[in-house]
């Protein structure tokens, strides 16, 4: 969506961020009549935090690994914190970030541990260790996954790579009409013609930001690597994520390359991206991790 992100209460006159409150309403006076005094930017994540420590307390008093009383407050908590998350913050595209990483696998886990006729002491510990380090962004290396939850590795990617993707193509369309619009005016102001007024013209204002020069010439490549890593992802997917864990973290790591390409238009790390896709290629993803 796009929102002006400058806002002014009619009431009192305070201003404040709709980027850190995710809300029109006050923060001095509450009232709900505001007003944005900025141009629009593209936004599509939320001020929302992830706290699992009230669950930390509730599973280590349990003498079962999954109490049954809290797992569904677990998921519903996960779920929510992924819902609102998104990777368009203020008109610049983010990291595909560390803490939303572990609650996408986290939220796998506890759906894939449910379904073990056995799980071992190694599969509990590793369901811990993610509960422990969520909400910092902390999970275990890939060598450490086990191999009876290595498809919630998988699915966290998929899941994962597949929102930042949406986001990303998102942002690499309102670059282009942006780059567009910025050509018109260009063309324009040459002729003495149509000269526009920026704060009259709000829609015709760009919606996202970049660093570095020619922004324009990133939009092609990124677009063509995006959808070589969803052909990847697709693959991922297709065997519910039972791959190599370090297949999948390969697929995470392309996407947040790609993501630094698209910011600052550095052709490292459009190499790094592509090397990371044909790192996983269709022949490697095989559920047997041969």
């Not at 929102?3 to 209460?9: A, L, M, Q, S």
């Not at 572990?102 to 073990?116: H, I, N, P, Q, S």
């Amino acid at each position: 969506m796009k929102v002006r992100g400058e806002r002014e209460c009619q009431s009192c006159g305070a201003r404040w961020s709709y980027y850190e409150t995710g809300s029109v309403a006050c923060p001095s006076c509450g009232d709900l009549r505001s007003v944005g005094v900025d141009a629009r930017t593209a936004h599509t994540d939320a001020p929302v935090s992830l706290d699992l420590a009230a669950h930390r307390e509730r599973f280590g008093d349990s003498p079962d690994t999954l109490p049954r009383s809290g797992v569904d407050d677990l998921q519903s908590d996960l779920r929510e914190y992924c819902r609102k998350r998104g990777f368009i913050d203020g008109g610049r595209l983010a990291p595909l970030d560390a803490t939303y990483l572990a609650a996408r696998e986290l939220l796998e886990a506890v759906d894939c541990f449910e379904r073990l006729r056995d799980p071992t002491d190694a599969d509990r510990e590793y369901l811990l260790a993610l509960l422990t380090g969520a909400d910092n962004g902390d999970r275990p290396p890939a060598d450490e996954v086990p191999t009876a939850l290595r498809e919630a590795r998988g699915m966290a990617a998929v899941r994962a790579v597949e929102a930042f993707r949406s986001d990303a193509l998102d942002f690499l369309d309102e670059l282009e009409a942006g780059v567009e619009r910025s050509g018109v005016e260009s063309n324009d102001a040459e002729t003495g013609d149509n000269e526009i007024d920026d704060t009259e013209n709000d829609e015709d204002a760009p919606t996202v930001t970049v660093d570095g020069e020619h922004p324009e010439a990133r939009i092609g490549p990124a677009r063509d690597a995006f959808e070589r890593l969803r052909d990847r992802v697709t693959r991922v997917d297709a065997l519910g994520g039972d791959v190599p864990p370090a297949a999948a973290d390969a697929l995470v790591e392309a996407a947040d390359a790609l993501g630094a390409y698209v910011r600052t238009g550095d052709e490292t790390d459009l190499r790094t991206a592509d090397d990371l896709i044909d790192a996983a290629s269709v022949d490697d993803l095989d559920p047997a991790g041969r």
